[in-house]
T-cell receptor, first 116, second 108 residues
């Protein structure tokens, strides 16, 4: 049971490049989400999914796309990287939505992204 | 004003000390409350949920004051391994709102 895995661990991009951050979980969790963590800002929700085929926007969705074709995977795509997207990105999953009874968030180890 | 506010610290305390962290939240309709722990350059992990009646887990005690919109975490008999950042988390409908965290450094 690997929990939540994320790849890559580190990435450096140039402005304008695109890339996909991978996230997978093997706990059969329905709810998955992406956060970014910046100094002095706390974790901010980018996008989330309540199940395969269903995604929705969080607090800071601009510049990011997601899809959820399977229960296990929830990739985050940066369409055209900007320096403002330099951050640490965490993927998280839980059995239920935050309003549900099993809402403990299990986080992946994070991806540290630098956009030059 | 941030939805969840915490003193960033750092709190530097000796082993064995008792230390308390506070957190305030702005939305009176918030439904659930949590403390997460985050080690340096690692992912956050759930430390404990916070219940209205207050709850304890070993050396850790969490309290909630809905009237004042205030959450606290008390750590007794601090250990070196308690050094970390403690995140206050509040649930509003179906979103989790994270505070920026309070850093604790326990020294020998």
């Amino acid at each position: 049971n690997a929990g939540v895995t994320q790849t890559p661990k580190f990435q450096v991009l140039k402005t304008g490049q695109s890339m996909t951050l991978q996230c997978a979980q093997d706990m059969n969790h329905e709810y998955m989400s992406w956060y970014r963590q910046d100094p002095g800002m706390g974790l901010r929700l980018i996008h989330y999914s309540v199940g395969a085929g269903i995604t929705d926007q969080g607090e800071v969705p601009n510049g990011y796309n997601v899809s959820r074709s399977t229960t296990e995977d929830f990739p985050l795509r940066l369409l055209s990287a900007a320096p403002s997207q330099t951050s640490v990105y965490f993927c998280a999953s839980s059995y239920s939505m935050p309003s549900g009874p099993y809402n403990e968030q299990f986080f992946g180890p994070g991806t540290r992204l630098t956009v030059l | 004003r941030k939805e969840v506010e915490q003193d960033p610290g750092p709190f530097n305390v000796p082993e064995g000390a008792t230390v308390a962290f506070n957190c305030t939240y702005s939305n009176s309709a918030s439904q659930s409350f949590f403390w997460y722990r985050q080690d340096c350059r690692k992912e956050p992990k759930l430390l404990m949920s916070v219940y209205s009646s207050g709850n304890e887990d070993g050396r850790f005690t969490a309290q909630l004051n809905r009237a004042s919109q205030y959450i606290s975490l008390l750590i007794r008999d601090s250990k070196l391994s308690d050094s970390a950042t403690y995140l206050c988390v509040v649930r509003n409908t179906d979103k989790l709102i994270f505070g920026t965290g309070t850093r604790l450094q326990v020294f020998p």
